[in-house]
């Protein structure tokens, strides 16, 4: 039975991942950006947890989050393609 799950994820999972690996087994641009976006919104979270314990204002802890968002979002993706081009073989 176990091999059959397993066999099965397997058949899912390799059309999957034609979006995320090229045929030369880098990671594709949509999976930075994929990566990018998840981790903001992690980040953007802790971010106005914080800001809302330091201010006390819901106001101002969401609109810090807000501004931090947008910019955090460009620089992970540029330092995503970097790491990318700095570990090829």
Do not use: C
């Amino acid at each position: 039975m176990e091999f059959n799950l397993v066999s099965n994820a397997m058949i899912i999972d390799q059309p999957i991942k034609k979006w995320f690996v090229s045929n030369t087994g880098e990671d594709k641009h949509f999976k930075s950006i994929l990566k990018s976006i998840s981790w903001r919104i992690v980040g953007t979270m802790d971010t106005m947890v914080i800001a809302y314990f330091v201010t006390g204002q819901l106001k101002m802890a969401v609109s810090i989050g807000s501004i931090e968002v947008v910019s955090k979002v460009i620089l992970y993706y540029f330092h995503e393609r970097a790491w990318e081009k700095a570990t090829k073989s």
